[in-house]
């Protein structure tokens, strides 16, 4: 499992946010799935507290979580 933003994610992928710089992000380990890449990077999430923040690569961290993994928890 990659662990920082070297890791793009690809639309429909399950992430955990380990830390985003922005004072209204949602709180670190919440976790979402990715709705879109647009042309600037920027990934876009809607997080499952409600919050639909977008990731900054470089900027912000986070994790893949496998979707085999989510099936076998």
């Known amino acids: 499992m990659k662990t920082d933003s070297l890791h793009i994610p690809?639309?429909?992928d399950h992430i955990r946010?380990?830390?985003m710089d922005d004072p209204q992000a949602p709180p670190?380990?919440?976790e979402g799935v990715?709705?879109?890449i647009?042309?600037?990077g920027t990934i876009h999430v809607r997080?499952?507290?409600g919050s639909h923040l977008g990731l900054v690569p470089?900027?912000?961290?986070?994790?893949?979580i496998r979707p085999e993994k989510l099936f076998h928890e």
């Open 10 to 12: 690809r639309i429909g």
């Open 17 to 19: 946010l380990l830390s």
């Open 28 to 30: 670190q380990g919440t």
């Open 34 to 36: 990715v709705e879109s």
């Open 38 to 40: 647009d042309d600037l």
């Open 47 to 49: 997080w499952d507290n």
């Open 58 to 64: 470089g900027v912000d961290r986070w994790t893949v």
